[in-house]
């Protein structure tokens, strides 16, 4: 079997396990010697295994392959045997933020796996489940799972408006007496939601000024206006809110829809109670119903949908940030390795990615903690 190079030379261990059997027993069965530096079938000796598993964080598994000079499947073979699809919950002392969020398998087929992280309170992201779907009885059946010791220390759960998650999220709460936790509305996903139906009277409005407006007078009002629109207002250089106005001018209803929006994202980002946002928003809401701006009528209903979920954000200003961040080193895991079928071997490739780093490289995780200014090794760590 593979052991441990030698001064990067391939070693091997020949090994005979012992054979034993009971004359006494009714069958007589045999028995294999049992070892706890070997895995049964397996080509490897464990020490080996864990070599490659240090090999695999941030790489691929054709790359180990090659440096390694061992076959594709016997690479799949030690991830399988080293890392379980299984959280082991006697490793986690709390939970804390539990966020949940999706990630497409397969791009344009509505392939989708659930992907459940935990935020400590140490700040650290641990990777919880890959579920195959994002249906709320794959969830729900997931979150029973999880000990009664460890359902008192989940704070939030963090998402996005998809009702599996909140349901399944809101039913886990209730049934248990023991969870005192908060179900929130990412403020990202809000975000894109009332950004997004400004977006769309913006189109509106440019198709109409290019249609009205000569080539000339449009390019000067409407070209380039894009990022400048999407931008917060506070952003802006003196000159970049003199062509905004320039614009307004010939839109007034962008104007005031604009307004609209700048005002809601300052509520979001003032330090208002839950009961005093409550307030702001509502006050809102009666104003924008009160104008000839339409285009958030759609986003208003959604935000009485998913009233009281949105408004526990100010409670303690919990985000998904931590998700989209780890989503995004899900996308790059999934292109560094041309794609992942199967949701067991994403998690796995999470796994090591987070954990696996962590515990194969401690002293570059404590520099890495030490660069961004925290203390004791413990901290925000993507």
């Given at each position: 079997?593979?052991?441990?190079p ?15 059997q ?10 294999t ?23 695999l ?5 054709e790359?180990v ?16 045997r ?14 804390g ?11 344009g ?19 919880l ?29 963090t ?7 909140l ?20 403020r990202f ?10 977006d ?38 003196p000159d ?40 702001a ?37 919990i ?16 292109r560094?390795c041309?794609g992942i079928?199967?949701v ?39």
């Amino acid at each position: 079997m593979r052991h441990l190079p030698v001064l990067n030379m391939r070693t091997y261990i020949k090994f005979k396990p012992r054979r034993g059997q009971c004359r006494e027993c009714e069958y007589q069965p045999k028995t294999t010697q049992v070892v706890e530096w070997y895995t049964e079938r397996s080509p490897h000796t464990n020490a080996y295994d864990k070599w490659l598993m240090k090999q695999l964080v941030n790489t691929t598994v054709e790359d180990v392959r090659m440096r390694e000079a061992i076959g594709y499947d016997a690479v799949l073979g030690a991830l399988d045997r080293q890392i379980d699809v299984k959280i082991n919950w006697s490793e986690i002392d709390e939970l804390g933020t539990i966020g949940i969020d999706e990630i497409a398998m397969t791009k344009g087929r509505k392939n989708y796996a659930a992907v459940v992280t935990a935020r400590q309170k140490d700040g650290q992201t641990r990777v919880l489940a890959v579920l195959p779907d994002r249906k709320k009885r794959q969830l729900k059946a997931f979150l029973e799972q999880i000990p009664v010791v460890l359902r008192k220390t989940i704070d939030n759960f963090t998402t996005d408006m998809w009702e599996g998650y909140l349901q399944a999220a809101d039913d886990f709460i209730q049934e248990h007496d023991e969870v005192e936790a908060e179900i929130v509305v990412d403020r990202f996903h809000v975000a894109q939601n009332y950004r997004g139906a400004f977006d769309t009277l913006r189109k509106k409005e440019f198709k109409r000024l290019k249609l009205e407006l000569g080539k000339e007078s449009y390019d000067q009002a409407c070209k380039g206006m894009l990022w400048l629109l999407r931008k917060n207002h506070a952003a802006l250089k003196p000159d970049e809110q003199q062509r905004l106005r320039t614009l307004f001018k010939h839109s007034p209803l962008l104007h005031q829809a604009y307004t609209f929006r700048e005002e809601l994202t300052a509520i979001f980002n003032r330090p208002y109670t839950k009961a005093r946002a409550e307030q702001a928003i509502t006050a809102w809401c009666h104003k924008v119903k009160a104008s000839s701006v339409r285009c958030y009528d759609r986003f208003i209903k959604t935000l009485q949908r998913y009233w009281h979920y949105i408004l526990n954000y100010f409670n303690h200003r919990i985000s998904s940030g931590f998700v989209e961040g780890l989503n995004n080193k899900l996308k790059t895991i999934k292109r560094r390795c041309y794609g992942i079928i199967k949701v067991s071997t994403l998690f796995r490739r999470i796994w090591l990615d987070l954990q696996g780093r962590r515990q194969q490289y401690p002293e570059v995780e404590k520099w890495y903690n030490r660069e961004r200014g925290l203390k004791n090794g413990t901290g925000d760590v993507r």
